[in-house]
Nanobody, 116 residues
Framework: VQLQASGGGLVQAGGSLRLSCTAS????????MGWYRQAPGKQRELVAT???????IVADHVTGRFTISRDNVENTVILQMNRVDTEDTAVYYC???????????WGQGTLVTVSS
């Protein structure tokens, strides 16, 4: 499974940004897809995940501002980020989890910078 993320960039606090991640390769094995982030000097943390039945989990620190959606036809997962804050500045990583052996695949990361 290969994951290609896009959509990062510079955004002002209070603004919106949309991240997209498209899977290719052995896509039929994918169960969960999601987004994690890693800010400078911090550990990688969960942002949101969604399974192949569109059941989602959104981390408390972004609930009400970020939403996750999935297009199983296009093999794409979208993170819609609204009302961003400077604390949302991080590298955002897309991931996918195999239904077969729970293997985890990671995309290359996309940088989101929120300016005040």
């Amino acid at each position: 499974v290969q994951l290609q993320a896009s959509g990062g960039g510079l955004v002002q606090a209070g603004g919106s940004l949309r991240l997209s991640c498209t899977a290719s390769g052995s896509i039929f094995i994918i169960h969960n897809m999601g987004w994690y982030r890693q800010a400078p000097g911090k550990q990688r943390e969960l942002v949101a995940t969604i399974d192949d039945r569109n059941r989602s989990i959104v981390a408390d620190h972004v609930t009400g501002r970020f939403t996750i959606s999935r297009d199983n036809v296009e093999n794409t997962v979208i993170l819609q980020m609204n009302r961003v804050d400077t604390e949302d500045t991080a590298v955002y990583y897309c991931n996918a989890v195999s239904r077969v052996d729970r293997a985890v695949y990671w995309g290359q990361g996309t940088l989101v910078t929120v300016s005040s």
